[in-house]
């Protein structure tokens, strides 16, 4: 069975983002994983019933989303409004459609404090980043699923051979165990 990835839509071309654009990934391994049948595509924020375009949004105080899973931080909307419940809602959306489909990778739009696996914006609404990770990122790396960046493709490239790499020779293993 081939490893599958959970890709965020905005990835895919998409117009899910807040401001009702996509961000597509322009890289030549995307067009191969799409034809293997590799990709798994959702927006997090889109599957708990957000809608585009929507005010932008931010883990309020530097903190990370984490913090927002634990109940200690939270995301709110440039307008004041409190999305927490919707963010966590996306998050559990994406790790129930990632296990359905056998994700075992993620490839995530980094900053979003949905999707951003190395970076996430300070709550200011002033462009300031953080390190640390958004909603989903974490919900998916605390259930096993390893996540990388839109920046990290070459790095998931390589992830990918060890992991095809690795499963042939535990199947090897048991065909001479048998």
């Given at each position: ?11 895919m ?43 932008p ?12 899973l ?28 990632a ?8 490839l995530?739009?980094?900053g ?5 696996s ?28 390893e ?24 199947r ?5 165990a048998?």
């Open positions: 069975m081939t490893a599958k990835i959970l890709v965020s839509a905005c990835l071309g998409h117009a899910v983002r807040y401001d009702g654009a996509a961000k597509p990934l322009s890289h030549p391994v995307i067009e191969r994983w799409r034809a293997e049948g590799r990709l798994v595509t959702l927006c997090p924020e889109m599957s708990a019933g957000m809608p585009v375009p929507r005010p949004a931010e883990i309020d105080g530097g903190r990370t989303g984490a913090d927002v634990s109940g200690t931080g939270r995301v709110v909307e440039k307008t004041g409004s409190d999305v927490s419940g919707a963010f966590r809602t996306g998050a559990e959306n994406a790790l129930s459609l296990l359905a489909t056998n994700c075992r990778f993620a995530l739009i980094d979003s404090p949905s999707c951003g190395s970076f996430v914006y300070d709550g200011s609404f002033n462009g300031e980043r953080v390190a640390g990770e958004g909603v989903t990122a974490v919900l998916l790396r605390q259930n096993g699923i996540v990388f960046s839109d920046r990290e493709v070459e790095v998931l490239v390589e992830r990918l051979a060890g992991y095809s790499a690795a499963r042939l020779m535990r090897a293993k048991v065909a001479v048998l």
